[in-house]
Antibody, heavy 119, light 111 residues
Framework: QVQLQQSGPGLVKSSQTLSLTCAIS??????????WNWIRQSPSRGLEWLGR?????????AYEVSVKSRISISPDTSKNQISLQMNSVTPEDTAVYYC?????????WGQGTTVTVSS | QSALTQPPSASGSPGQSVTISCTGT?????????VSWYRQHPGKAPKLMIY???KRPSGVPDRFSGSKSGNTASLTVSGLQAEDEADYYC???????????FGGGTKLTVL
């Protein structure tokens, strides 16, 4: 059974960097049959896909256009986890952040991390 | 504003069927058979109910079905049960740089 366990601070100051991790159990971050995603959800923006990382003989990333200049999603094969870093955050980035596994359908989700950006 | 358009609310009585629509464009819903549907209870993470338009993950009851016509996808929930009361979101692969887009969500009420 695949499980995703998220960790990271719930409070970040404006202009600083948001950092979250997603530990994977029951699967390998290096699997060549799936992708590892970050999604966020807020009342004002709804569900918003942020990006993904995946391995197909080499590592690939894909990012949503509106955040592409500010985010990085990285795999850590030694810890079997992925991480999200978003820099220059503003209160608009306040949301529940989720990691999720899947390509054309995300079937396993982390528990969610509520991140508040203080001004 | 979400990329995919869903009605904000839907309702039905126990045992009845309800259909939720999800309208996009030829660049997402209409262009690919990669529409998925998620159910989300308050305070919980979304749960995948349908993927690739009409496929059900293991463990999802066959009361849930999906279809697509042109730029509009639909989720039908048959034999409504109290546990079906939740928010439902559609999602689609898109050929643009967004890669994945979501609908704004539909709140399903079981009367």
């Amino acid at each position: 059974q695949v499980q995703l366990q998220q960790s990271g601070p719930g409070l970040v100051k404006s202009s600083q960097t948001l950092s979250l991790t997603c530990a994977i159990s029951g699967d390998s971050v290096s699997s060549n049959t799936t992708t590892w995603n970050w999604i966020r959800q807020s009342p004002s923006r709804g569900l918003e896909w942020l990006g993904r990382t995946y391995y197909r003989s080499k590592w690939y990333n894909a990012y949503e256009v509106s955040v592409k200049s500010r985010i990085s999603i990285s795999p850590d094969t030694s810890k079997n986890q992925i991480s999200l870093q978003m820099n220059s955050v503003t209160p608009e980035d306040t949301a529940v952040y989720y990691c999720a596994r899947g390509y054309y359908g995300m079937g396993v989700w982390g528990q969610g991390t509520t991140v508040t950006v203080s001004s | 504003q979400s990329a995919l358009t869903q009605p904000p609310s839907a309702s039905g009585s126990p045992g009845q069927s309800v259909t939720i629509s999800c309208t996009g464009t030829s660049s997402d819903v209409g262009g690919y058979n990669y529409v998925s549907w998620y159910r989300q209870h308050p305070g919980k993470a979304p749960k995948l109910m349908i993927y690739e338009v009409s496929k059900r993950p293991s463990g999802v009851p066959d009361r849930f079905s999906g279809s697509k016509s042109g730029n509009t996808a639909s989720l039908t929930v048959s034999g409504l049960q109290a546990e079906d009361e939740a928010d439902y979101y559609c999602s689609s692969y898109t050929g643009s740089n967004n890669f994945v887009v979501f609908g704004g969500g539909t709140k399903l009420t079981v009367l």
